[in-house]
């Protein structure tokens, strides 16, 4: 199974951007996906949970500018970042709970997706 993220790049403060991360390989279903970043010297911390339900929740920092969905058909999530700040620079990395045709259920991480916002 891989994860792979999309998306990432370099934008003006107050810009968009909008991350995917697709899971492939051995995926019979997905159930929690999470989008993740980690800045420079600074601890990993989750930015956004999405259950495979539709529920979600959201770092205090970001609610209200990020917004997560997912296409379960298409064993994807995105990450649509809005109003972004310089302090949303960070590598962006997908989590995502994937259950294979063995029924088993594994966590898995994508190589992480780079953002950078300019002031």
């Known amino acids: 199974v891989q994860l792979v993220e999309t998306g990432g790049g370099l934008v003006q403060a107050g810009g968009s951007l909008r991350l995917s991360c697709v899971a492939s390989?051995?995926?019979?279903?997905?159930?929690?996906m999470e989008w993740y970043r980690q800045a420079p010297g600074k601890q990993r911390e989750r930015v956004a949970t999405?259950?495979?339900?539709?529920?979600?929740n959201y770092l205090r920092s970001v609610e209200g500018r990020f917004i997560i969905s997912r296409d379960n058909a298409k064993n994807t999530v995105y990450l649509q970042m809005n109003s972004l700040k310089t302090e949303d620079t960070a590598v962006y990395y997908c989590?995502?709970?994937?259950?294979?045709?063995?029924?088993?259920?594994?966590?898995?991480w994508g190589q992480g997706t780079q953002v950078t916002v300019s002031s």
């Open positions: 989590h995502a709970d994937v259950v294979n045709s063995a029924n088993y259920e594994y966590e898995y």
């Open positions: 390989g051995d995926v019979f279903g997905v159930n929690e």
């Open positions: 999405i259950e495979r339900g539709g529920n979600t």
